[in-house]
C-alpha cells in the first residue's frame, strides 16, 4: 500500500513562470493524421521540435523524469491528446548559442526551464512534487554470479524490446536486447515495462551486450520463460521486491492549450 511521506507545498509551475526563462517564439497546436512520427528533436541556436506527444509526456522531458510513471493525476487528455510543439530561445539565451551532438540530444537544462514555462503558459499547469513510500524492484545479482559478455564494440549504448517470429504474425517470443549498455540502463528500461520503479543494485560495473529471449504472454509460455526466470536462466540477474521511496509529479491543474 502507498503512504503519502513527503510533499513539497511549493508549486513548481507557478515559480516556473515568474523565475525561469521562457522561448522568445513557440507554436502549440493539436496533432493531426498527416503527422506520424512520434519525438522531441533538438537543433542549434536551442530549437526544439516535437511531434505526437502527450502533456505528460512532454512533461516527462520538461522536468527530465526517469519515466513516466512518475507522473500521477491530471484529467484523462493529459496522456490522451497529442500536440505539436516548435519553440525557439531570444537570443540572450545561452541556449541560443547550442549545438546539440544529434537532433536526438534531449534537451539542455535551460531548455528545459523553457519547456516549464511553456507549459505553464500554455497548459496553465501547476504541479507539485511528493516522495511516496512503495515497493521497488531491486535488480541484484542471483546465485551462481552474473552471465553477462563484456561489449563487441564501442556502438551507441541501448537497451530496446524486440521479438522473434515472422512479421505477419503473432511473435514467438519477446526479446530485451543491451549493446554496451550498463545496469543501470538495464533497470531503467525495466521500470516502465514492469510499472514499478527498478533499482540497480547488481555492484557491476561497466557496460555489457546481452540478449534476453521471454515469454510476453501464456501463448508463449511454450517458447519461453516468463520475463523474471529468463533474467535469471539468461543474464544471472534476479528481480526482488523491496521496500523503498519513488519522487512523483502530481498534476493539480491542467488545461488544454491556448490558441497560438
Known amino acids: 500500500m502507498r503512504s503519502l511521506r513527503v510533499a513539497y507545498p511549493v508549486c513548481l509551475a507557478a515559480f516556473t513562470a515568474f523565475a525561469q526563462p521562457a522561448f522568445e517564439v513557440a507554436s502549440v497546436k493539436p496533432s493531426t493524421d498527416r503527422d506520424t512520427v512520434i519525438g522531441l528533436f533538438t537543433y542549434p541556436g536551442g530549437r526544439i521540435v516535437v511531434t505526437k506527444f502527450t502533456l505528460k509526456m512532454l512533461i516527462h522531458d520538461a522536468y527530465s523524469l526517469d519515466d ?4 500521477q493525476g491530471g484529467p484523462h487528455w493529459a496522456g490522451e491528446d497529442r500536440y505539436n510543439l516548435e519553440a525557439k530561445p531570444p537570443a540572450s ?34 504541479v507539485h512534487m511528493e516522495t511516496r513510500k512503495e515497493s521497488v524492484y531491486a535488480l541484484v545479482v542471483a546465485k551462481g554470479g552474473p552471465q553477462l559478455k563484456p561489449p563487441d564494440t564501442a556502438k551507441q549504448p541501448f537497451v530496446s524490446y524486440g521479438r522473434t517470429g515472422a512479421v505477419e504474425r503473432e511473435a514467438v517470443s519477446e526479446l530485451l536486447i543491451g549493446q554496451n549498455a550498463t545496469m543501470a540502463m538495464l533497470a531503467a528500461r525495466l521500470g516502465p515495462h514492469l510499472g514499478r520503479p527498478v533499482l540497480d543494485r547488481t555492484g557491476l560495473q561497466g557496460s555489457f551486450d546481452f540478449r534476453v529471449e521471454y515469454a510476453g504472454s501464456e501463448a508463449q509460455a511454450e517458447a519461453a ?9 539468461q543474464l544471472g540477474l534476479k528481480l526482488e521486491t523491496q521496500p523503498g ?16
Request: no cysteine; proline share 11%; aromatic share 6%.
Open 68 to 71: 513516466d510513471q512518475r507522473i
Open 93 to 126: 539565451a545561452e541556449a541560443s548559442h547550442w549545438v546539440p551532438e544529434s537532433f536526438k540530444t534531449p534537451p539542455n537544462p535551460e531548455m528545459r526551464q523553457m519547456l516549464q514555462t511553456l507549459l505553464a503558459d500554455r497548459f496553465q499547469l501547476k
Open 225 to 233: 520463460a516468463p520475463l523474471f526466470r529468463a533474467l535469471q536462466d
Open 245 to 260: 521511496s519513488v519522487d512523483v509529479l502530481v498534476i493539480d491543474r491542467a488545461e488544454k492549450p491556448s490558441p497560438n
